[in-house]
């Protein structure tokens, strides 16, 4: 016997307002079924690759269905984008930053349509979508009624509306395969370079209350530093570099009543990416990751605080522990006052790009200085050649030469 059954397939959304001002665009989910007793999860492999500002996100499902053929309605829900710029009308009919939105099922690809309903709210740090699907229909907002919205909001963009991507599928008897990709742009803040969610704990609303083989690959990229929360896991320890990394400690507020702060694992990835592998997953937080925003970290400091800029700068690169990609951004604001910085800072600054890839200096000072900083790995195989520089990368090495 068919049933319709409505479920949320992927809930895209910023669940945290950062008090800075900044764009939060998107964030993952699981597969949600609003009303479920027969299926079950049997495995997922998630996978996050960064490309340039914007993530890659493949999810590979294996479902079991023990009983006969479900019709189900899917929809994958989509927070508009906070703080956007965007005129309301650029805002139809997808999501101005999620592309190339794809499903397929057991071979298929299916085909959907794109509903714009009233916006949902945040409470702490969850958000709750509106009751956009009454008696069978989707409460649609056309593009006039967000217009008229928009005006009585006093013009604020990106206010009144989500989205749901909805489509129907077919649940066979046995084993079905969905495999889920699309890509968004990262979500940033004066605070944050990047921040991303994705929601785990959708995967306990099935049958089986949880995933019984769960893999995550991550991969932001060679030379990249980041922060996961520890919600769904206890320690570093349960994850494996799959290339060159290795971890350190940091602390970051967390947007509770109280404002806490948590310690969480630092990741620093030479080359390569992390993966965490569960048996039956339930799990019980959802997935953060942060990389601190740098450059404002650097205009931000306050010369009685930090003494010259030049401190800061330093502060910035090592201390704090990280890999910093922008580095044209230092030496345009670096230009300026340059004397500042003596000239053991200035063979740190120009050697950067070198210990970043792990060479092993000669000179024990810069050998010493360097295995100080909690991002570095030591690799005896690079020889310290400009072959696989960029050109951000041999700029900045001409800047502090």
Not at 94 to 121: D, Q, S, T
Not at 175 to 204: G, K
Not at 261 to 280: D, R, T, V
Request: charged share 25%; aromatic share 18%.
């Amino acid at each position: 016997m068919k049933r319709i059954l409505i479920f949320l397939l992927c809930c895209l959304s910023a669940l945290f307002t950062f008090a800075n001002d900044g764009v939060f665009y998107a964030s993952g989910n699981q597969l949600i079924p609003i009303t479920e007793t027969d299926i079950s999860v049997k495995k997922e492999v998630l996978t996050i690759n960064r490309v340039g500002d914007h993530l890659d996100v493949t999810v590979y499902y294996e479902f079991f269905n023990p009983v006969g053929e479900k019709e189900l309605l899917v929809g994958f829900e989509a927070e508009s984008p906070y703080n956007s710029r965007l005129d309301p009308m650029e805002m139809f009919p997808r999501h101005p930053h999620i592309n190339n939105f794809k499903v397929m099922m057991n071979g298929e690809p299916l085909n959907y349509e794109i509903a714009h309903v009233k916006r949902g709210h945040h409470t702490n740090d969850n958000y709750v979508f509106s009751q956009y699907y009454v008696n069978g229909n989707f409460t649609d907002w056309t593009a006039q009624r967000i217009q008229d919205s928009l005006d009585a909001w006093h013009h604020t963009p990106g206010m009144p509306i989500d989205y749901v991507y909805h489509f129907k599928t077919k649940f066979r008897p046995g084993l079905n395969i969905i495999q889920h990709t699309y890509d968004f742009d990262l979500s940033f803040s004066q605070e944050y370079e990047f921040y991303f969610q994705y929601v785990l704990t959708a995967a306990n609303r099935w049958a089986n209350h949880q995933i019984d083989d769960f893999t995550l690959n991550i991969n932001m990229g060679d030379r990249e530093s980041f922060i996961i929360r520890p919600d769904f896991f206890k320690t570093a320890d349960e994850w494996v570099f799959t290339g060159i990394g290795k971890t350190s400690v940091d602390s970051i507020w967390v947007w509770d009543e109280d404002l806490n702060s948590m310690i969480c694992p630092n990741f620093h990835i030479q080359e390569g990416g992390l993966s965490f592998h569960k048996a039956n997953f339930h799990p019980e937080g959802e997935l953060h990751i942060y990389k601190r925003n740098y450059w404002s970290y650097f205009w931000s400091y306050k010369e009685e605080d930090y003494g010259t800029s030049s401190n800061a700068l330093m502060t910035a690169l090592s201390k704090e522990g990280y890999f910093v990609r922008r580095l044209s951004d230092f030496s345009q604001k670096s230009a300026e006052d340059s004397t500042q910085y003596t000239l053991f800072q200035r063979r740190i600054l120009k050697n950067l790009p070198f210990a970043y890839r792990g060479y092993i200096f000669k000179d024990k000072t810069l050998q010493n200085y360097f295995e100080s900083c909690a991002w570095y790995l030591p690799n005896p195989d690079y020889k310290g050649d400009m072959d696989g520089f960029s050109e951000e990368e041999k700029a900045w090495v001409e800047f502090w030469k």
